[in-house]
């Protein structure tokens, strides 16, 4: 389901869902992703979050568009070498190097482009250069870090071996204060967003950290926002942005104006596909079930909605780009990716 206004030219058309809830600790399937990241080549980084009863089952797990499940690496739930424990958000360097924030250790862990681990880095604390609750991640074409820091209210800016750089931000809800920042991304220019999530609100940056503009205000209207989770910039300047507290994606013109909303349209993916065709019983109470159903009225918020329409987004955590301008919508609760193409 979409609405749109204003830029009449702009279309967002789905693609297809990819995942379906992995019952074990590993393989095909996803465990509350709560990130993607898509390689070079093409490849998809699925950050799968867990909730604390399937710790064991946190891990990062990569497949392809054509749903190919190629492996799985970065195993929790511990503070050794290469392990997780409430892993965020995701990005690669030039080198195809992934850095991974994790909120409970207050570090970031650098992967290989295979999952080889190769570095941690962060240390607990509110002065400059440590962290208290990592959470969203960009990585910029000097290969600087900048990580959102969560409970300090900021953003940091790290080389990529972590030496402190610069920072910016502090609480408030005045222009370039924060309250519990979460997501965060770079566009084409360098300039820099960030989902200011109990402002309900994207600010963006210049590049040094010098307040530019600030995008939407609390409201379920359009354009209006609920804890935004995550923001992503087309090379169009098209801002896109995980309505996390109202169960949708948004899209802004580049200065701030609404444009779309999107409730979710997913289909099963080939791996639900797979498992109904060896479990035909299952696939037969799907088809009896109402998963579109009518609510009363005392059912209405965005997550009761959400929670009883399998179609739509519920829990978006996270909203990315690839190099083909594909957005790669992220769902916790339904443990998947939508897929979908600006036309």
Not at 12 to 31: M, P, Q, S, W
Not at 38 to 57: E, S, W
Not at 126 to 147: F, K
Not at 216 to 234: F, M, T
Request: with cysteine; proline share 5%.
């Amino acid at each position: 389901m979409a609405t749109q206004t204003k830029v009449k030219s702009f279309a967002l058309e789905y693609v297809k869902t990819i995942g379906i809830v992995n019952n074990g600790d590993n393989g095909r399937g996803f465990a509350n992703p709560y990130d993607t990241a898509i390689a070079k080549d093409g490849r998809i980084f699925v950050l799968n979050r867990c909730d604390p009863a399937r710790a064991a089952a946190i891990r990062i797990g990569i497949c392809n568009l054509d749903e190919d499940y190629l492996g799985e690496f970065g195993y929790g739930y511990g503070e050794g070498d290469g392990q997780l424990i409430w892993p965020v958000a995701m990005a690669f360097d030039s080198g195809e190097r992934l850095y991974v924030t994790d909120e409970h250790t207050n570090r970031i862990t650098v992967f290989g482009p295979s999952g080889k681990f190769l570095a941690k880095w962060g240390t607990p604390g509110n002065a400059q250069g440590e962290l208290s609750g990592p959470a969203g991640i960009a990585i910029d074409a000097n290969d600087d870090v900048y990580v959102v820091d969560q409970a300090n209210n900021r953003v940091q800016k790290f080389t990529r071996e972590g030496r402190f750089l610069t920072s910016f931000g502090e609480p408030g809800d005045g222009e370039g204060q924060f309250n519990l920042p979460w997501g965060l991304t770079l566009d084409s220019h360098g300039d820099i967003y960030v989902a200011d999530w109990r402002n309900d609100r994207v600010q963006k940056f210049a590049a040094d950290g010098r307040f530019l503009a600030s995008f939407g205000r609390s409201g379920e209207g359009d354009g209006q926002l609920s804890r935004p989770s995550s923001v992503a910039v087309d090379d169009a300047g098209f801002v896109y942005v995980a309505d996390w507290g109202n169960e949708r994606l948004q899209v802004l013109t580049p200065e701030g104006e609404f444009v779309l909303k999107l409730r979710g349209q997913a289909t099963l993916s080939k791996w639900a596909e797979d498992f109904f065709a060896s479990n035909p019983d299952e696939m037969r109470e799907r088809e009896r079930s109402n998963l579109v159903p009518e609510l009363p009225p005392h059912l209405q918020t965005p997550q009761q909605i959400s929670a009883q329409t399998e179609p739509y987004f519920w829990g978006l955590a996270s909203v990315k780009l690839d190099r083909e301008g594909r957005l790669y919508a992220t769902e916790s609760n339904r443990h998947r990716i939508q897929i979908f193409a600006k036309r």
